[in-house]
């Protein structure tokens, strides 16, 4: 039984390793339920070769172009040669690559090129959240040879934002138009946009958005010294895409020579949320949810308080591993 889940494993590998696209959808969606055991031994075995993608998140709000942009960048990047897997995060609309290539016929050779390959997570599997999911299929594109990892998130919500921040390059897309468009976006998403975009440039209302964004990004301040650039895009014709794409390069090379202890600060950041992630998922798996209620009331009415609860669920389930 064993002999045959390890030969299993190494044949997944083997293909993942080859690029083939049918694996990497298989175990993209199985890594999303989160049931198949293999699944979770085949990441140990990819993570430790991973690492040389460069993943690229594109946040801002709906509508804004972000997909258009995404699709553009991913032309880019194929013309440069590389290969390109693009991940739409959309925890609200589960929907297929459909929303990323649209109905745009020129997008249509993206759809056909097989260095490209597209996906959308919505689910969050029992064990973890979408963060969790969403590394995951980023360790296996990594692993399956694709240069550039394009990521692409509606700013919202705390899972986003745990999202872009496994990114090495964050974009934030803006429009004109938006009324204070920099107002609108708030705090937490703008902390971690490295590069700023205005898309939709053909709209009469850019240079008013430029100098509304312009003036706060005079009061940025990184501790890294880096000074987020302001580019304008019309994601439908291209226009600023290349512009975009240098930028992105220039910020990966400012990057890239500073040890700055980000990359650790993100893996830590990582393990404590799989830390309380996992627990959490461990304790509605294992314990059975009759008692999860009857302590839910015993709390309500005050017959607990809620450190001892927590002690007489975590004390359930700790002596469980957490990895399985
Ligand atoms: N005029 C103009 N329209 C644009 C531009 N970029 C995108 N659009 C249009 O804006 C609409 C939304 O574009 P998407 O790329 O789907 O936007 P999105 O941000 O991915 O949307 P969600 O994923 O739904 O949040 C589409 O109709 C695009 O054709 C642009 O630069 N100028
Ligand atoms: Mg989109």
């Known amino acids: ?3 045959i889940h390890r030969a299993e494993i190494g044949e997944k590998l083997q293909k993942i390793s080859e690029g083939d696209v049918r694996t990497i959808a298989r175990v993209l969606t199985e890594l999303e339920r989160q049931q198949a055991p293999w699944a979770r031994e085949l990441i140990k075995e990819l993570y430790p070769k991973t690492g040389r993608a460069l993943v690229i998140g594109v946040t801002g709000s709906p509508g804004s172009g972000k997909s258009t942009l995404v699709a ?3 032309l880019a990047y194929r013309e440069a040669g590389l290969r390109v897997g693009i991940i739409a995060v959309d925890p609200t609309s589960p929907f297929s690559g459909g929303a990323i290539l649209g109905d745009r016929i020129r997008m249509q050779s993206l759809a056909s090129d097989p260095d490209v390959f597209i996906r959308s997570m919505a689910t969050r599997g029992q064990l973890g959240g979408l963060s969790a999911a969403v590394e995951d299929a980023l360790t296996v594109l990594d692993a399956a040879g694709y240069r550039i990892l394009l990521l692409e998130t509606v700013g919202v919500g705390q899972d986003e934002i745990d999202i872009m921040n496994t990114a090495q390059v964050t974009i934030l897309v803006l429009v004109p138009g938006m009324g204070d468009g920099v107002q609108a976006i708030k705090a937490g998403v703008m902390e971690i ?4 975009v205005i898309n939709k440039a ?3 209302e850019t240079p008013r958005a430029e100098r509304e964004l312009r003036s706060f990004l005079r009061m940025v301040s990184r501790d890294d010294g880096w000074e987020p650039p302001l580019i304008k895009t019309v994601a439908t014709t291209g226009q ?6 240098n930028t992105v390069q220039r910020f990966y090379d400012f990057r890239k020579d500073r040890d700055d202890g980000r990359r650790r600060a993100v893996a830590r950041q990582r393990l404590l949320r799989l830390v309380s992630q996992r627990l ?6 294992s314990v059975p949810e009759q008692e999860l209620d009857q302590l839910a009331e015993r709390l309500a009415s005050r017959e607990v308080d809620p450190d001892t609860a927590l002690d007489e669920l975590v004390r359930k389930v700790i002596t469980d591993q957490l990895t399985h």
């Open 280 to 285: 959490a998922a461990r304790i509605q798996i």
């Open 240 to 245: 600023g895409v290349e512009e975009l794409v």
């Open 202 to 204: 053909d709209h009469p």
């Open 72 to 74: 553009r960048m991913a």
């Open 193 to 196: 946009a490295d590069l700023f």
């Open 1 to 3: 039984m064993e002999d």
